[in-house]
């Protein structure tokens, strides 16, 4: 079924594309959401019902879990559910940059089994089945093979790296970066752009479903903070914070990690 169902993505990331560039982001019409969950536009509205319409007529016994539609509990009854941010990093979108993203997975008892992070101003799109590797715009990536802290250059936001974070008290020596989407970060340290990434906010699935398995079948590793395997479509859609990278320096990280 990942292979089936890869094609079914590809086709409806690139219609939420060409919907979310038809608005002017500056000037889309915007929003706080209540309790501090951060903006949303008219926007993200218009792509995530373009990708429901699209996705569930395509696919009606699958779930729905995306970050623009009240959750259900409905979506715990079935075995494959899509998992949507229709646009990841909303506020990079206002200010009119070009780092925001559309990111659809399925996941299936649990599992990603197919995935799409795709950049419409960028012209990136990351693709990824299930044993069947990862791509960017239909080129294979893998991730990097870095091993020390010293030469890797890792995407974290400043928090990450307060001392109290670290077991040493001390945060390791690497070059820091950082990116407002963090589907775009998977991204990225999937093709090597860089060498890890992390966050240890509670994260939610939406945001890192489809670049998990795109990491994964980048050749890297993927966990939550405490080293734990990644699983989705859970009845509280939120994971333990996020580390990934190349092998070797995804276990450095754990292993720095307080």
């Known amino acids: 079924m990942p292979a089936a ?6 086709e409806a990331v690139r219609m939420a594309g060409h919907v979310a560039t038809g608005f002017v982001g500056k000037s889309a019409k915007r929003w706080d959401k209540p309790d501090g969950a951060g903006p949303v536009t008219e926007a993200d509205l ?5 990708l429901h319409k699209v996705l569930r007529q395509a696919r009606p016994d699958y779930g729905w879990l995306s970050e623009e539609t009240e959750d259900s509990s409905i979506r715990l ?3 494959r559910v899509f998992i949507v941010d229709p646009i990841d990093g909303t506020r990079s979108f206002t200010e ?3 780092t925001w993203a559309h990111a659809i997975a399925v996941a299936e008892f649990g599992q990603v089994t197919s995935a799409v992070v795709y950049l419409p101003m960028r012209d ?3 693709t990824a089945a299930r044993g069947k590797g990862a791509y960017l715009n239909g080129v294979p990536i893998q991730t990097s093979a ?3 802290f010293a030469d890797a250059t890792i995407l974290a936001a400043k928090p990450t790296m307060a001392a109290k974070m670290w077991r040493s008290g001390v945060c390791p020596v690497f070059k820091p970066a950082y990116r407002p989407s963090l589907a775009y970060r998977l991204g990225l ?3 090597a752009q860089f060498d890890g990434m992390l966050t240890l906010r509670p994260s939610w699935e939406w945001d890192i479903a489809a670049g998990a398995l795109i990491v994964a079948e980048a050749g890297g590793a993927i966990s939550n903070q405490r080293g734990a395997s990644l699983r989705f479509n859970s009845a509280d859609p939120r994971l333990d914070g996020v580390v990934a990278g190349g092998g070797l320096i995804h276990a450095a990280l754990l292993d720095a990690l307080a």
Do not use: E
């Open 5 to 10: 169902d890869l094609p079914l993505l590809i």
């Open 46 to 50: 218009a792509v995530n019902d373009l």
């Open 77 to 79: 009854g079935h075995d």
């Open 96 to 98: 009119g940059a070009d």
């Open 124 to 126: 990136l799109l990351y």
């Open 146 to 148: 870095v091993t020390d």
């Open 189 to 191: 340290v999937a093709q």
